[in-house]
């Protein structure tokens, strides 16, 4: 069975600052890799995702991601954070070759809410 | 811009009460998905349907039902509600294919009291 950890549940930086936001995955087969961001009050939306095109992934608003096999991470990062970023992001996997009446059952970490100092 | 829409911001309901939570999608969609979502949990699927009338479990199912009788609606229901179904609920779609993102609703925040 897949499994996504994100370490942190809570990051604070300052504005200006690096972002990293940490994920690590547990899966029998490659997998699909995404990372949501959900604003207050508002449903999540796909920041950025790996289908094995390419190890480094980029995403909206200046994030990317790197997927590094031989570690089974997915890190999210930001060169400078901006006070707009200040959300939760969430880590998903979904196993690729497990199809399942053709959906695409994402398991997703338990998030890490970023939040940014003036 | 696909478009998922949860009926519902926020519901307050009692104790034993059947309730329903209705999404609909305008992007004809073939999968639908109802994802709860709890602090430090992250989000946990309840069930997902892939086509009409077609359904599945997910990790959560127990103490709910779902209805999908056309294509752009999805409902979650829970037949006698508990206080421990006191959560931010998430509807879902996607076309079909592994590493199609789905696209989210605003969430219905449902009080058990």
């Known amino acids: 069975a897949q499994s996504v950890t994100q370490l942190g549940s809570h990051v604070s930086v300052s504005e200006g600052a690096l972002v990293l936001l940490r994920c690590n995955y547990s899966?029998?087969?490659?997998?699909?890799l995404f990372w949501y961001v959900q604003y207050p009050n508002q449903g999540l939306q796909l920041l950025l995702k790996?289908?094995?095109?390419?190890?480094l992934v980029k995403g909206i608003n200046g994030f990317e991601a790197e997927f590094k096999k031989s570690e089974t991470s997915f890190h999210l990062t930001k060169p400078s954070a901006h006070m707009s970023d200040a959300a939760e992001y969430f880590c998903a996997v979904s196993e690729s070759g497990v199809v399942r009446n053709a959906g695409n059952m994402l398991t997703f970490g338990g998030g890490t809410r970023l939040m940014v100092k003036p | 811009d696909v478009k998922v829409t949860q009926s519902s911001r926020y519901l307050v309901k009692r104790t034993g009460e059947k309730v329903f939570l209705e999404c609909v999608q305008d992007?004809?969609?073939?999968?639908m998905f109802w994802y709860r979502q709890d602090p430090g949990l992250g989000l946990r699927l309840i069930y997902f349907?892939?086509?009409?009338?077609?359904?599945e479990k997910g990790d959560i199912p127990e103490g709910y039902s779902v209805s999908r009788e056309k294509k752009e609606r999805f409902s979650l229901i829970l037949e006698s509600a508990s206080t421990n179904q006191t959560s931010m609920y998430l509807c879902?779609?996607?076309?079909?294919?592994?590493?199609?993102?789905?696209?989210f609703g605003n969430g219905t925040r449902l009080t058990v009291t």
């Open positions: 992007m004809d969609h073939e999968n």
């Open positions: 879902a779609s996607s076309p079909p294919g592994l590493n199609s993102p789905l696209h």
């Open positions: 899966s029998s087969v490659p997998p699909y």
């Open positions: 790996y289908t094995s095109a390419a190890t």
């Open positions: 349907s892939y086509d009409v009338k077609m359904k």
